[in-house]
């Protein structure tokens, strides 16, 4: 095989991983993650999840631990998108961004928009859940049905190209 199929091909393939890895982990948290920490903080005894007396509880620092590592795994996987996705952009000629002239660049925009939207949901339930805020639940939500979103637009892009 030449490098004009290899190269390709591990660009898309790298787009791929670092989006299953971005939006799998959001999916984990808000599917797996919070409902078990939620059903084991509501078994637990009072105050077994929570900071007492200067310690915390098993279930706080595992849900800490979680939320650093997947952050971590979040913000590799972005900057591994961008890259990929100008490498990819610049593959198939693409003529710039948020470009509505075509059906193609059309959804490609909406998509890269929704991303832009997601980074921005993402930092601020981060900061909010520093602080164990009820909006972070919500934010979760807002950030399942953007990844939603954005894997529904990439299917369709996919079809289209």
């Given at each position: 095989?030449?490098?004009?199929?290899?190269?390709?091909?591990?660009?898309?393939?790298?787009?791929?991983?670092?989006?299953?890895?971005?939006?799998?982990?959001?999916?984990?948290?808000?599917?797996?993650?919070?409902?078990?920490?939620?059903?084991?903080?509501?078994?637990?005894?009072?105050?077994?999840?929570?900071?007492?007396?200067?310690?915390?509880?098993?279930?706080?620092?595992?849900?800490?631990?979680?939320?650093?590592?997947?952050?971590?795994?979040?913000?590799?996987?972005?900057?591994?998108?961008?890259?990929?996705?100008?490498?990819?952009?610049?593959?198939?000629?693409?003529?710039?961004?948020?470009?509505?002239?075509?059906?193609?660049?059309t959804v490609l925009s909406i998509k890269h928009l929704l991303v832009i939207a997601l980074v921005g949901a993402?930092?601020?339930?981060?900061?909010?859940?520093?602080?164990?805020?009820?909006?972070?639940?919500?934010?979760?939500?807002?950030?399942?049905?953007?990844?939603?979103?954005?894997?529904?637009?990439?299917?369709?892009?996919?079809?289209?190209?």
């Open positions: 095989m030449s490098v004009s199929v290899l190269f390709p091909a591990l660009v898309i393939f790298l787009h791929d991983l670092f989006t299953v890895l971005w939006i799998g982990g959001i999916l984990f948290m808000a599917l797996v993650m919070m409902p078990a920490l939620r059903a084991a903080r509501a078994g637990a005894p009072a105050g077994a999840g929570t900071p007492a007396a200067g310690r915390e509880g098993p279930l706080a620092i595992l849900a800490r631990t979680a939320q650093v590592r997947l952050g971590v795994v979040s913000i590799v996987s972005l900057v591994g998108l961008v890259v990929t996705g100008l490498l990819l952009s610049r593959q198939n000629g693409s003529p710039g961004v948020f470009r509505f002239d075509t059906a193609y660049a993402m930092l601020l339930r981060r900061r909010l859940s520093a602080t164990g805020s009820r909006p972070a639940s919500a934010l979760l939500a807002v950030n399942v049905v953007l990844s939603l979103a954005i894997l529904v637009l990439s299917a369709l892009n996919a079809a289209m190209g």
